[in-house]
């Protein structure tokens, strides 16, 4: 049973989503704006600001931090394709450029339904080209539409004879934007978070001219030989679970490497709330990192490889 604590931010996610439905169906819903890093994340943080593609960029490090980084993290903010990052986005990923010591470099790529997933695509294959020049390990990682987004651009690099990523680290990955597993309908009471129609809807947006089957849009449909090894974070309380546990048993079934961590009682992207699950998942990921990139890892024990398991 998940913690009060996480009980009751599921009833708060469930709410929050009822209003934003209703609030879409009044046609008073206001466009949704980026958010930045609050005073306090700055105060903890250095950040720097550039622009690629016309797209605001984030290089992040740790203030405290007086060490060179020990690699480099390629973080692709979630949303549905649609909506910009957010302060839950930001607070995890300052926790995470405290415990790995990395850079984290966060690029705000182009959003549906002004861009097609092809601008979103083509903005971050520049950012990993520049990002990969071999002075720090590169490790790509995403959250959701993100997650999608790394395994489509890390197909797309192999399929180009670029560099891959030293892992791909994915949160509750969508990889098939047309949701199609016959699960995720039974599993929509479930999800205090997402819902279907607004999930398929934002997936044909985003898809745009490349259609829906598209491997750069739903990188489930592309090839599963010689990806990067793989630790994939799924909540049981998820539409996007059945989908992306079934991705991970094909890719072990065609030779690939990858970890599942499968928290039954969770919802979408847990890892990036304040819960203790939430902490307890942010801790094993930033190990995950300190063990790709041959450090000790901190505040947690190493991460169990292999078979899905518990997290």
């Not at 987004?149 to 004879?161: Q, Y």
């Amino acid at each position: 049973m998940p913690s009060l604590e996480a009980r009751m931010v599921m009833w708060w996610m469930r709410w929050a989503r009822l209003r934003r439905q209703r609030a879409a169906q009044r046609g008073g819903s206001a466009a949704p704006v980026p958010a930045r890093p609050s005073a306090g994340l700055l105060r903890r943080l250095e950040i720097r600001e550039s622009i690629v593609d016309d797209q605001l960029l984030y290089r992040i490090t740790a203030a405290t931090s007086a060490a060179a980084p020990a690699g480099r993290i390629l973080y692709l903010h979630g949303g549905a394709y649609v909506r910009p990052i957010n302060r839950h986005h930001w607070r995890f990923i300052a926790d995470l450029a405290r415990r790995s010591g990395c850079e984290i470099v966060v690029p705000l790529y182009p959003l549906a339904p002004r861009h097609s997933g092809l601008s979103a695509f083509r903005c971050v294959a520049s950012v990993y080209r520049q990002e990969a020049d071999g002075t720090l390990p590169l490790i790509l990682m995403g959250d959701s539409a993100g997650a999608g987004l790394a395994v489509a651009l890390a197909g797309w690099l192999r399929d180009h004879g670029l560099p891959p990523p030293r892992r791909l680290l994915l949160l509750s990955p969508w990889l098939d934007v047309t949701v199609p597993h016959p699960q995720a309908l039974a599993l929509q009471p479930a999800d205090p978070m997402l819902s279907l129609d607004g999930l398929r809807r934002a997936g044909r947006a985003y898809a745009g001219v490349l259609g829906t089957d598209h491997p750069l849009i739903s990188p489930a449909h592309g090839d599963l030989r010689g990806l990067p090894p793989m630790s994939m974070y799924v909540g049981g309380r998820e539409l996007l679970g059945p989908d992306a546990l079934a991705y991970a048993e094909r890719l072990q079934a065609a030779g690939g490497s990858v970890d599942v961590h499968h928290a039954p009682a969770m919802m979408h992207v847990w890892p990036l709330l304040d819960f203790p699950e939430a902490r307890a998942a942010r801790a094993r990921i930033a190990a995950q990192v300190r063990a790709t990139l041959g450090g000790t890892a901190h505040d947690a024990e190493p991460p169990t490889l292999g078979r899905p398991a518990a997290a």
